[in-house]
Every structure is written in structure tokens, then in C-alpha cells.
């Protein structure tokens, strides 16, 4: 007798076009991929979840204004041990996008220095001890405090120029 023939259906193209991804389902992706204590896993997952659209540990107080989250807040919320929390702090500031869970622009920006291995240069000393000069464009009272010319330092900041300072927003653009 003939074979029946099955007829398989083909996979639609849309199948083969990545879902836009959420800041959290990078992240949680990320984990699910690391190796980490499972009490750390944990933590991390509490982090994750307290974040903002733009990637950092912030949140709203009751005036509306966006004020960093203390790690002794999510350990107590999520019934971790604050050790648990510092370490899971790490696990999820090493996560792409570099510069996630930072609680202000100033580690969100020295992050990204690490991650791009510039942690040992002017561009981080810039970021670390001048941002606000940078801020308000003093960029010859940073040369005088750095004591560098004016060239390096404008040369220093066009590495923090290329920086991300809300690094989670690329994930939550609507598509």
C-alpha cells in the first residue's frame, strides 16, 4: 500500500526573525548561561528585576525622583544575605550591556571603561574625578587638575564620548 505523505509545514519566516528582547530577558538569558552559587543566582535575579529601562539599580520614591536602590534593600525584599547581593552585583555589572546595574552615571561610565579595558587610563581618572567639569565642559580646569595638556584630555574624552550612559535602552526600544 502507498506510504502516506506527510505534510510537513514550513517554518513561517517570521519564525527566523529574532523577537525583540527585553533589558530582563537579556540579562535573565545571560544567567541561565553563567555558572554562579545558586543563593547568588538568586540575588542576581533580584537585581535583574530591580533595574530600569535605562540598566541601572535606581528607583522611584514617592516624589517621583529616581534615587539608587540600597543592596541592604534588595537583600532584605528578596531574603538574601547582603554578601550574596555584592557578589550577584558583580555577576550582573559583567553582563552585556557593559555598564548595567550601576546606581549612577559615574559607575554606569566606568563599567564600560573596564569592559573595554580602559580602566587604567585618563579617560577613567576623567569619568572617576571630574565628571560634573565634564558636565559643565571645564575642560581646561580638568587639564589643570590633571596637570595634562588640553589635547590629551579632549583626547581622553572622545573614548568616554563613545560610551552608552543609559545602556539598557537599546533593549527597550519598541520595535
Not at 6 to 27: V, Y
Not at 110 to 127: K, P
Amino acid at each position: 500500500p502507498p506510504r502516506e505523505t506527510e505534510i510537513f509545514e514550513k517554518p513561517s519566516f517570521e519564525n527566523f526573525l529574532a523577537k525583540p528582547q527585553t533589558l530582563t530577558d537579556h540579562l535573565e538569558w545571560q544567567l541561565g548561561l553563567a555558572t554562579v552559587e545558586e543563593n547568588i543566582r538568586l540575588a542576581c535575579h533580584s537585581i535583574i528585576g530591580n533595574l530600569n529601562e535605562d540598566g541601572y539599580l535606581l528607583a522611584v520614591d514617592e516624589s517621583g525622583r529616581e534615587t539608587p536602590i540600597a543592596l541592604e534593600e534588595i537583600a532584605e525584599t528578596g531574603e538574601h544575605t547582603i554578601q550574596d547581593v555584592e557578589a550577584a552585583l558583580k555577576v550582573v555589572q559583567a553582563f552585556d550591556p557593559a555598564g548595567v546595574a550601576a546606581r549612577d552615571l559615574r559607575a554606569c561610565l566606568m563599567l564600560q571603561l573596564c569592559s573595554l579595558g580602559e580602566d587604567d587610563c585618563f579617560s577613567m581618572d576623567i569619568v572617576r574625578d571630574h565628571l560634573a567639569k565634564v558636565q559643565s565642559k571645564q575642560f581646561k580646569e580638568i587639564a589643570k587638575a590633571m596637570g595634562l595638556q588640553l589635547e590629551e584630555i579632549m583626547e581622553a574624552l572622545e573614548i568616554v564620548k563613545a560610551l552608552d550612559p543609559r545602556p539598557g535602552q537599546k533593549y527597550n526600544r519598541a520595535a
